[in-house]
């Protein structure tokens, strides 16, 4: 139980663009979702967290008008890099989580993004 | 704010030999307590959590690690390192209010010699 799923697994977009990528709870109801960007050979930072019905709430630092989180539905949360340079280029992380805040959270497997 | 430090940021050691990978945290409270394993590309799969009770938990794969307050620490051990143990490890810690929002140490990578 508690699979966590993301799409695509990896991605290549020009500079200027949009991509966006899925983030799915397959066996669990989550209501809350959190993102995750992972520099190569470093930690992983919180960038937001995504609450579902509601608008996520962004650390300080992350530009919430360039990574559009939605959180439609206790299944999926979606975050889009929004005209995308080639400094976006990434490890995009979304964890879910059940409605206990205390719980764990649950990790996808991670998308790449390549922006060239 | 919390903060998390993994001191080590390479470890190797030889297969079957034992293994600690140190963790310290600051926290203005008893915060939730996690280990995370992560291989090349893959996202993060939690080895062990400390939320309250015994200080000495029991993970996933072999691994367990100690809480110890009076030095804000949460190593992870194990016996006998196996070559499929190589991989990424992450310490984190969460605020008992909401344990999904973690702040992660810098990692340690874990070699392993045949």
């Known amino acids: 139980g508690a699979v966590v799923s993301q799409h695509p697994s990896r991605v290549i977009c020009k500079s200027g663009t949009s991509v966006k990528i899925e983030c799915r709870s397959l066996?669990?109801?989550?209501?809350?979702m959190f993102w995750y960007r992972q520099f190569p050979k470093q930690s992983l930072m919180l960038m937001a967290t995504?609450?579902?019905?509601?608008?996520?709430?962004?650390e300080q630092g992350v530009e919430k008008d360039k990574f559009l989180i939605n959180h439609a539905s206790l299944t999926l949360s979606t975050l889009t890099v929004t005209s995308a340079h080639p400094e976006d280029s990434s490890f995009y992380i979304c964890?879910?989580?059940?409605?206990?805040?205390?719980?764990?959270?649950?990790f996808g497997p991670g998308t790449r993004l390549t922006v060239t | 704010a919390q903060s998390v430090t993994q001191p080590d940021i390479h470890i190797t050691v030889s297969e079957g030999a034992s293994l600690e990978l140190r963790c310290n945290y600051s926290?203005?409270?008893?915060?939730?307590l996690f280990w995370y394993v992560q291989s090349p590309g893959q996202g993060l799969q939690l080895l062990l959590k400390?939320?309250?009770?015994?200080?000495l938990v029991q993970g996933i794969k072999g691994f367990e690690a100690e809480f110890k307050r009076s030095q804000s620490s949460f190593n992870l051990r194990k016996p006998s390192v196996h070559w499929s143990d190589a991989a990424e490890y992450f310490c984190?810690?969460?605020?008992?209010?909401?344990?999904?929002?973690?702040?992660f140490g810098d990692g340690t990578t874990l070699t392993v010699k045949p």
């Open positions: 964890s879910a989580q059940t409605g206990t805040l205390g719980d764990e959270q649950y």
């Open positions: 066996d669990f109801q989550a209501t809350t």
């Open positions: 995504s609450n579902e019905g509601s608008k996520a709430t962004y």
């Open positions: 926290y203005g409270a008893t915060p939730y």
């Open positions: 400390y939320f309250s009770g015994d200080t």
């Open positions: 984190a810690v969460a605020p008992r209010t909401n344990a999904g929002k973690s702040t």
